[in-house]
Protein backbone atom coordinates (compact mmCIF):
# COMPACT_ATOMS: atom_id res chain seq x y z
CA UNK A 1 0.00 0.00 0.00
CA UNK A 2 1.53 3.25 -1.64
CA UNK A 3 0.64 6.02 1.01
CA UNK A 4 0.52 9.52 -0.80
CA UNK A 5 2.31 12.46 0.82
CA UNK A 6 0.30 16.35 1.51
CA UNK A 7 1.24 19.05 -0.60
CA UNK A 8 2.14 21.53 1.28
CA UNK A 9 1.04 24.98 0.06
CA UNK A 10 2.41 28.30 1.61
CA UNK A 11 0.92 31.35 1.10
CA UNK A 12 2.81 34.53 -0.40
CA UNK A 13 2.02 37.86 1.16
CA UNK A 14 2.53 40.40 -1.02
CA UNK A 15 4.31 43.42 1.43
CA UNK A 16 3.06 46.64 0.64
CA UNK A 17 5.47 49.28 0.32
CA UNK A 18 4.24 52.36 2.99
CA UNK A 19 4.33 56.04 1.29
CA UNK A 20 6.44 58.57 2.99
CA UNK A 21 5.04 61.05 5.01
CA UNK A 22 5.45 63.45 2.86
CA UNK A 23 3.61 62.42 0.33
CA UNK A 24 -0.01 62.01 2.39
CA UNK A 25 -2.58 63.79 1.33
CA UNK A 26 -3.42 64.91 4.91
CA UNK A 27 -0.54 66.07 5.41
CA UNK A 28 -0.83 68.67 3.00
CA UNK A 29 -4.25 69.14 3.39
CA UNK A 30 -3.41 70.30 6.78
CA UNK A 31 -0.81 72.48 5.52
CA UNK A 32 -2.82 74.44 2.92
CA UNK A 33 -5.57 74.69 5.60
CA UNK A 34 -2.94 76.41 8.30
CA UNK A 35 -1.67 78.69 5.55
CA UNK A 36 -5.30 79.54 4.94
CA UNK A 37 -6.62 80.29 8.09
CA UNK A 38 -2.22 82.10 8.87
CA UNK A 39 -3.26 84.30 5.79
CA UNK A 40 -6.65 85.05 6.87
CA UNK A 41 -6.20 85.62 10.53
CA UNK A 42 -3.24 88.00 9.55
CA UNK A 43 -5.55 89.71 7.04
CA UNK A 44 -8.31 90.54 9.69
CA UNK A 45 -6.19 91.16 12.85
CA UNK A 46 -3.12 93.36 10.96
CA UNK A 47 -4.40 94.55 7.36
CA UNK A 48 -5.40 98.35 6.96
CA UNK A 49 -8.34 98.43 6.12
CA UNK A 50 -9.34 96.88 10.01
CA UNK A 51 -7.25 99.37 11.76
CA UNK A 52 -9.38 102.06 14.00
CA UNK A 53 -8.67 105.49 12.21
CA UNK A 54 -11.37 107.28 13.37
CA UNK A 55 -12.57 107.98 16.76
CA UNK A 56 -16.39 110.57 16.70
CA UNK A 57 -16.90 111.86 20.58
CA UNK A 58 -20.42 113.02 20.80
CA UNK A 59 -22.73 114.76 23.88
CA UNK A 60 -19.80 115.55 25.93
CA UNK A 61 -20.10 119.59 27.44
CA UNK A 62 -18.01 119.26 30.39
CA UNK A 63 -15.96 116.47 29.93
CA UNK A 64 -12.53 116.89 27.86
CA UNK A 65 -12.89 115.17 24.44
CA UNK A 66 -9.47 114.51 24.07
CA UNK A 67 -9.50 112.89 27.79
CA UNK A 68 -12.51 110.57 26.66
CA UNK A 69 -10.29 109.64 23.16
CA UNK A 70 -7.05 109.12 25.18
CA UNK A 71 -8.99 105.95 27.09
CA UNK A 72 -10.74 104.79 24.02
CA UNK A 73 -7.70 104.74 21.85
CA UNK A 74 -5.66 102.87 24.83
CA UNK A 75 -8.45 100.58 24.97
CA UNK A 76 -8.50 99.68 21.27
CA UNK A 77 -4.79 98.53 21.14
CA UNK A 78 -3.95 95.58 21.51
CA UNK A 79 -0.75 93.39 21.11
CA UNK A 80 -1.05 90.22 18.98
CA UNK A 81 2.60 89.50 17.96
CA UNK A 82 2.67 93.36 17.00
CA UNK A 83 0.83 96.16 18.16
CA UNK A 84 -3.08 96.59 16.34
CA UNK A 85 -5.95 98.43 16.29
CA UNK A 86 -7.80 95.94 14.91
CA UNK A 87 -11.94 96.92 15.40
CA UNK A 88 -12.88 93.24 15.73
CA UNK A 89 -10.70 92.78 19.16
CA UNK A 90 -12.06 95.80 20.41
CA UNK A 91 -13.77 95.51 23.57
CA UNK A 92 -16.90 98.12 24.11
CA UNK A 93 -17.90 96.81 27.03
CA UNK A 94 -14.22 97.22 28.83
CA UNK A 95 -13.76 100.78 27.34
CA UNK A 96 -17.41 101.94 28.87
CA UNK A 97 -16.46 100.99 32.27
CA UNK A 98 -12.85 102.62 32.19
CA UNK A 99 -14.99 105.71 31.02
CA UNK A 100 -17.68 105.55 33.44
CA UNK A 101 -15.02 104.80 36.85
CA UNK A 102 -12.72 107.58 35.75
CA UNK A 103 -15.68 109.86 35.29
CA UNK A 104 -18.55 110.14 37.62
CA UNK A 105 -19.85 113.29 35.62
CA UNK A 106 -20.89 110.90 32.84
CA UNK A 107 -23.88 109.24 33.46
CA UNK A 108 -24.01 106.93 30.37
CA UNK A 109 -21.91 106.07 27.70
CA UNK A 110 -22.12 103.74 24.31
CA UNK A 111 -18.98 102.94 21.99
CA UNK A 112 -20.40 101.51 18.61
CA UNK A 113 -18.06 100.38 15.95
CA UNK A 114 -18.89 101.66 12.25
CA UNK A 115 -16.69 99.25 9.96
CA UNK A 116 -14.50 99.03 8.63
CA UNK A 117 -12.68 102.07 10.75
CA UNK A 118 -14.09 104.41 12.77
CA UNK A 119 -15.74 104.41 16.44
CA UNK A 120 -18.32 106.30 17.53
CA UNK A 121 -18.86 107.13 21.21
CA UNK A 122 -21.84 108.78 22.73
CA UNK A 123 -21.88 110.26 25.94
CA UNK A 124 -24.66 111.27 28.27
CA UNK A 125 -23.43 113.58 31.36
CA UNK A 126 -25.73 113.88 34.41
CA UNK A 127 -27.85 117.18 34.75
CA UNK A 128 -27.20 119.26 38.01
CA UNK A 129 -30.51 119.29 40.03
CA UNK A 130 -29.05 120.34 43.87
CA UNK A 131 -26.59 120.59 45.94
CA UNK A 132 -25.78 118.04 48.54
CA UNK A 133 -23.24 119.26 51.32
CA UNK A 134 -22.09 117.39 54.32
CA UNK A 135 -20.85 121.02 55.79
CA UNK A 136 -20.31 124.58 53.82
CA UNK A 137 -17.40 123.73 52.64
CA UNK A 138 -18.04 120.33 51.13
CA UNK A 139 -20.44 120.36 48.39
CA UNK A 140 -21.79 118.61 45.61
CA UNK A 141 -23.56 118.38 42.37
CA UNK A 142 -26.13 115.56 42.61
CA UNK A 143 -28.54 114.19 40.02
CA UNK A 144 -31.78 112.46 39.60
CA UNK A 145 -30.23 109.46 40.76
CA UNK A 146 -28.99 111.23 43.62
CA UNK A 147 -25.14 110.50 42.62
CA UNK A 148 -22.82 112.98 44.01
CA UNK A 149 -20.65 113.72 40.56
CA UNK A 150 -19.40 117.10 40.75
CA UNK A 151 -17.88 119.02 44.27
CA UNK A 152 -18.41 122.65 43.80
CA UNK A 153 -18.58 125.51 46.47
CA UNK A 154 -21.87 126.56 47.90
CA UNK A 155 -22.93 129.05 45.99
CA UNK A 156 -26.76 127.82 45.45
CA UNK A 157 -29.78 127.89 47.92
CA UNK A 158 -31.23 125.46 49.16
CA UNK A 159 -29.18 122.49 49.35
CA UNK A 160 -29.37 119.66 51.40
CA UNK A 161 -27.24 119.09 54.24
CA UNK A 162 -26.26 115.56 55.96
CA UNK A 163 -24.36 113.97 58.52
CA UNK A 164 -22.47 111.57 56.34
CA UNK A 165 -19.09 110.64 57.19
CA UNK A 166 -17.52 111.24 54.18
CA UNK A 167 -19.22 112.17 50.04
CA UNK A 168 -17.39 110.66 47.47
CA UNK A 169 -17.56 111.46 43.66
CA UNK A 170 -19.75 108.68 42.41
CA UNK A 171 -21.36 107.58 44.71
CA UNK A 172 -24.87 107.58 45.33
CA UNK A 173 -25.93 109.68 48.36
CA UNK A 174 -29.22 110.02 48.89
CA UNK A 175 -32.38 107.20 48.30
CA UNK A 176 -34.26 108.48 45.05
CA UNK A 177 -37.28 108.30 47.46
CA UNK A 178 -36.00 111.26 49.80
CA UNK A 179 -35.28 113.10 46.74
CA UNK A 180 -38.30 113.11 45.10
CA UNK A 181 -40.23 113.99 48.38
CA UNK A 182 -37.44 117.32 48.94
CA UNK A 183 -38.19 118.23 45.45
CA UNK A 184 -41.61 118.42 45.99
CA UNK A 185 -41.56 119.91 49.17
CA UNK A 186 -38.77 123.25 47.82
CA UNK A 187 -41.94 123.40 44.93
CA UNK A 188 -44.91 123.70 47.25
CA UNK A 189 -43.02 125.90 49.63
CA UNK A 190 -41.45 128.36 47.80
CA UNK A 191 -43.82 128.32 44.38
CA UNK A 192 -46.62 128.29 46.02
CA UNK A 193 -46.76 129.00 49.99
CA UNK A 194 -44.28 131.74 49.00
CA UNK A 195 -41.78 130.35 52.06
CA UNK A 196 -38.32 130.80 50.64
CA UNK A 197 -35.62 127.94 52.06
CA UNK A 198 -32.27 128.22 53.53
CA UNK A 199 -31.46 124.57 53.38
CA UNK A 200 -32.62 120.85 53.83
CA UNK A 201 -31.20 119.21 56.90
CA UNK A 202 -31.64 115.54 56.34
CA UNK A 203 -31.59 113.70 59.98
CA UNK A 204 -31.87 109.79 59.68
CA UNK A 205 -35.81 109.52 59.21
CA UNK A 206 -36.13 112.91 59.63
CA UNK A 207 -36.15 116.12 56.98
CA UNK A 208 -35.82 119.63 58.84
CA UNK A 209 -36.66 122.69 56.64
CA UNK A 210 -34.94 125.73 57.76
CA UNK A 211 -36.56 129.12 56.25
CA UNK A 212 -35.22 131.88 55.70
CA UNK A 213 -38.16 134.20 57.73
CA UNK A 214 -40.03 131.66 59.76
CA UNK A 215 -40.16 128.63 61.76
CA UNK A 216 -38.16 125.30 60.80
CA UNK A 217 -40.24 123.05 59.59
CA UNK A 218 -40.82 119.26 60.11
CA UNK A 219 -41.20 116.26 57.47
CA UNK A 220 -41.03 112.81 58.15
CA UNK A 221 -39.92 111.91 53.96
CA UNK A 222 -40.81 108.29 54.30
CA UNK A 223 -44.56 108.74 54.85
CA UNK A 224 -46.83 111.10 51.98
CA UNK A 225 -45.40 114.39 51.48
CA UNK A 226 -48.19 115.51 49.81
CA UNK A 227 -50.89 115.21 52.93
CA UNK A 228 -48.31 117.03 55.18
CA UNK A 229 -47.55 119.85 52.68
CA UNK A 230 -51.84 120.36 52.59
CA UNK A 231 -52.08 120.17 56.28
CA UNK A 232 -49.35 122.67 55.92
CA UNK A 233 -51.08 124.94 53.77
CA UNK A 234 -54.73 124.53 56.30
CA UNK A 235 -52.69 125.23 59.06
CA UNK A 236 -50.76 128.45 57.89
CA UNK A 237 -54.37 129.69 56.08
CA UNK A 238 -56.42 129.19 58.72
CA UNK A 239 -54.39 129.71 62.10
CA UNK A 240 -50.87 130.98 61.45
CA UNK A 241 -50.91 135.02 59.73
CA UNK A 242 -48.09 135.82 57.65
CA UNK A 243 -46.83 137.66 60.68
CA UNK A 244 -47.04 135.29 63.26
CA UNK A 245 -44.53 132.86 61.48
CA UNK A 246 -41.25 134.81 62.17
CA UNK A 247 -42.56 134.33 66.12
CA UNK A 248 -42.81 130.63 65.82
CA UNK A 249 -40.20 128.27 66.16
CA UNK A 250 -40.71 125.26 64.67
CA UNK A 251 -44.11 122.97 62.99
CA UNK A 252 -44.07 119.17 62.90
CA UNK A 253 -46.18 117.98 60.41
CA UNK A 254 -44.86 114.41 61.03
CA UNK A 255 -47.93 112.89 63.02
CA UNK A 256 -50.30 112.36 60.37
CA UNK A 257 -53.54 114.95 60.51
CA UNK A 258 -52.01 115.85 63.77
CA UNK A 259 -49.57 119.21 64.01
CA UNK A 260 -47.71 120.29 66.16
CA UNK A 261 -46.26 123.80 66.45
CA UNK A 262 -44.55 126.24 68.77
Known amino acids: MMIRKKRVFKKRFRIKKKKPFFKKKILWASIFLFLTTAILFYFFIF ?34 IRLTKNIFLVNSRKIERSILDKFPQIAEVKLRKK ?83 EKFLLLGDRLNVETVQGPEIYFDPKGKVSEQLFNLAVLLKEKISSEKRRELEYIDLRFGNRVYYK
Do not use: W
Open 115 to 197: FPHILILEVKERIPLILFCRDSNDCFQIDKEGVAFEKVEQTERPAIFSQREKISLGQKVIQIDYLRAILEIEKKLEDELEIEI
Open 47 to 80: ADVFQVKEIKIEGNQKVSEEDLRMIVEAGAEKKI
